[in-house]
């Protein structure tokens, strides 16, 4: 489950999340926000008017560029942007593929439309299918892929700022990523609130689990109004952290990794904008992605990616899935030996997990039907 959908908008599967409303925040927020957003339009205005661009900072516009950059010395501060696609080699199904995907089997939950399950409005007064599609999608039944692991390295190498995802399926922090290293844009299951605004109770991770698969409905032990986990549905707004910290992270960044993910669900999409001009751009997609509006491009204001044209200088392109494009920066970088052991390290360690787990419910159920028996044994016998 890693990319909450959203209603009507985002074509590509990579993209099936929400496009929440910005965080309000208070007024001197807003205002700051605006007027930054402001001073972004009119500086990239001015580039496209008068042709300016920053500095070229890679040799060439290629992974091997890429992976010469970051062996300079010169990156210290990467910025990974991911999206559903990162996850989908995990197992974790899509959204909206016309057979297979999520939404083409929501039938046998009875809903007026399928993007219904994840609206907060339907969710108060019907949350059963959420939490019924929450047990079959629950994070803690896929593994981290390819990819999660090489922003773990990057984090060991010391040259990760910080990890933006879409994404809701916890895979970045089961490969190892801190709070502190993550901007969960849409929200995680990591966390659980109580929906009612008087209480907003906190609940953990492993309580939601218990309630999920013991088929029962996530009340608040204080109030008992619904708990749901803290993923951004439509008609909320995503979490205030992740405005405060683009905010100082974005001018910083050194070096923009953009993967899985199809550009189209704002604000996310826009945080491409945010880094200085000089700021090389990769892209590991399936498809590019993020490129320039062409209807604003003909008056000189289109922004996004450009990869193709002569003007182009600091974005890169390369199409492959997110593991395969991850395992070729890394052989690049000499890393690929290091990363593959720690995958294989990794997940022998979930699947052992596992194991100990299923032996300790059997171990529990066994004990629990041994004393079934023998209180019935004992009341026969009275």
């Keep these: 489950m890693s990319d909450v959908p959203e209603a009507c908008k985002t074509k590509e ?39 300016i661009s920053g500095e070229k900072v890679l040799d060439e516009l290629t992974l091997e560029g ?14 990974c942007m991911v999206g559903a696609g990162i996850s989908t080699s995990a197992g974790i199904p899509d959204f909206r593929s016309p057979e297979t995907g999520l ?64 994404n809701i399926d916890t895979l970045e922090r089961v490969a190892g990523l801190e709070s502190e290293d993550l901007i969960e844009a849409h929200g995680t299951f990591y966390s659980s609130h109580c929906v009612s605004f008087m209480c907003r109770s906190e609940y953990s991770m492993d309580w939601m689990k218990v309630k999920i698969f013991s088929d029962d409905i996530p009340k608040c032990e204080k109030c008992n109004s619904l708990v749901k986990p803290d993923i951004v549905f439509f008609g909320e707004n995503l979490p205030k952290r992740f405005f405060t910290s683009m905010a100082m992270d974005f001018p910083r960044c050194d070096l923009l990794i953009i993967m899985g993910t199809s550009l189209q ?6 945080l491409v904008g945010r880094v200085s001009k000089s700021c090389p751009r990769l892209l590991i997609n399936l498809e590019k992605a993020g490129g320039a509006d062409p209807l604003l491009g003909m008056i000189g204001l289109g922004g996004g990616m450009d ?14 899935t997110c593991d395969d494009g991850c395992l070729a920066l890394a052989d690049l970088l000499g890393w690929k030996a290091e990363l593959e052991e720690m995958v294989k390290r990794e997940h022998e360690k979930i699947d052992s997990k596992a194991k100990e787990e299923q032996a300790n419910q059997s171990a529990v159920a066994t004990g629990k039907a041994e004393t079934g028996k023998a209180e019935t044994g004992k009341t026969k016998a009275e």
């Design 13 to 51: 599967v990579e993209d099936s999340a929400p496009e929440p409303e910005e965080q309000s925040g208070d007024s001197s927020d807003d205002g700051e926000a605006s007027g930054e957003s402001e001073m972004d339009f009119l500086r990239n205005l001015f580039s496209k008017t008068l042709g």
């Design 66 to 79: 890429v992976a010469r950059y970051i062996q300079s010395g010169a990156c210290k501060n990467i910025i």
């Design 103 to 166: 939404y083409a089997n929501l039938q046998k939950y009875n809903l007026p439309y399928p993007e219904a399950i994840f609206q907060i409005d339907y969710f108060k007064k019907h949350p059963e299918p959420f939490f019924a599609l929450a047990r079959e999608l629950y994070p803690g039944l896929f593994k981290p892929t390819v990819c999660h692991y090489f922003i773990k390295l990057l984090k060991d190498k010391g040259l990760l700022k910080r990890c933006y995802s879409q």
């Design 265 to 270: 669900v704002q604000p996310f999409a826009a």
């Design 307 to 320: 990869f193709d044209s002569e003007k182009a200088y600091r974005d890169v392109a390369h199409i492959s």
